[in-house]
């Protein structure tokens, strides 16, 4: 009778339901091989496999028939020349746009916002693929124009994970995600996270933009999902730590570390400065024009961006203010 594991080896964990669970454990043993990594001793295999070392000398042996694995003469095994021949023939056939846009499809659908795919191109940024909100009112912009490269979310993912410094960037590394209402116009809200390739490289920021009256928080998790599906695809690896920070819902604001977003219509900025008349603390973020982003300190709180005439409004109830410098 075979052995049964103490535990569930994480190849066990990663096997497909209703496949055969040697290949899923074949395929595993393949995939543990990282970048870096010349060649792997049974030990190391084992360790990271969660495999028993009598197990995966049968699949090496498979696998090293098949030339996807070559067992060196210090007996460590690395990739076989197989893995090579088999890149050469996905590269040869691979089209960016036939992955990228079926995940901005999905994204659109299920937000019914308008869902981009970005990268850098010099000192802007370039509108790649896009797939319009079916609803009527939304932002027009169309692949293959070019943005500011220092303003919007998706501008925002490119420089923090291109290593930009700063207290936002910094925040973005470690959420994985930037939610911004205001910061490429006064109008529209903007999500996005960044999508990863081969070698965990940046390939581009996946972007969703809506009118910030129509911003949702649960539009962050939707993003998240979708450039880590995205990533997937594209052959690349989610940071781990990005994956553990998909359901926080503290927005982002360019001016910092801020609960900064929320509609911008007139009727929702009189919503809340009546609302802020019943509270003691207003935290507000002005331009140079006078016109503010106000966020009231009070759970689950939506702000708003008001006129400079409306910020003068509440700079006469009985509030105390914190302000500081905003850029738009």
């Known amino acids: 009778m075979p052995r ?3 535990q569930v080896s994480e190849a066990d964990k990663h096997a497909a339901a209703g496949g055969a669970i040697a290949v899923d454990r074949a395929l595993f043993v393949l995939s543990v091989f990282r970048l870096g990594d010349t060649a792997l001793g049974l030990a190391e295999l084992a360790q990271r496999s969660g495999l028993y070392k009598s197990t995966l000398l049968r699949l090496l042996a498979s696998l090293e028939h098949a030339g996807l694995v070559r067992r060196q003469s210090d007996g460590r095994y690395g990739l076989g020349p197989e893995v090579a021949r088999l890149n050469a023939v996905y590269a040869a056939s691979f089209s960016l746009e036939a992955v990228v846009m079926p995940a901005l499809r999905e994204l659109a659908r299920i937000t019914r916002e308008s869902a981009a795919f970005h990268v850098e191109q010099g000192e802007h940024r370039l509108c790649l693929y896009r797939v319009d909100s079916p609803q009527p009112v939304r932002d027009h912009v169309r692949a ?8 919007g979310a998706g501008a925002r993912v490119l420089r923090a994970f291109a290593g930009e410094p700063g207290q936002l960037y910094e925040r973005i590394r470690h959420e994985g995600v930037a939610a911004l209402v205001g910061d490429r116009s006064p109008d529209l809200a903007g999500v996005s996270a960044p999508v990863f390739g081969p070698g965990d490289v940046l390939c581009g920021a996946l972007t969703l933009t809506c009118p910030a009256s129509r911003y949702r928080e649960d539009f962050r998790v939707d993003v998240l999902h979708a450039a880590r599906v995205l990533t997937q695809a594209l052959g690349g690896t989610f940071p781990d730590s990005i994956a553990d920070n998909a359901t926080r819902t503290e927005p ?20 809340i400065m009546r609302l802020a008349l019943k509270t003691t603390h207003v935290t507000c973020c002005e331009n140079k024009r006078g016109d503010a982003c106000i966020a009231p300190l009070w759970p689950d709180a939506r702000c708003s961006i008001l006129t400079a005439r409306q910020t003068a409004s509440l700079r006469k109830s009985p509030c105390t203010w914190t302000s500081r410098p905003l850029r738009w």
């Open 144 to 151: 293959g124009e070019l943005l500011p490269r220092d303003r």
């Open 252 to 271: 982002l604001c360019a001016a910092g570390p801020t609960r900064l977003v929320g509609g911008a219509t007139a009727r929702h900025a009189r919503a």
């Open 4 to 6: 049964k594991a103490a």
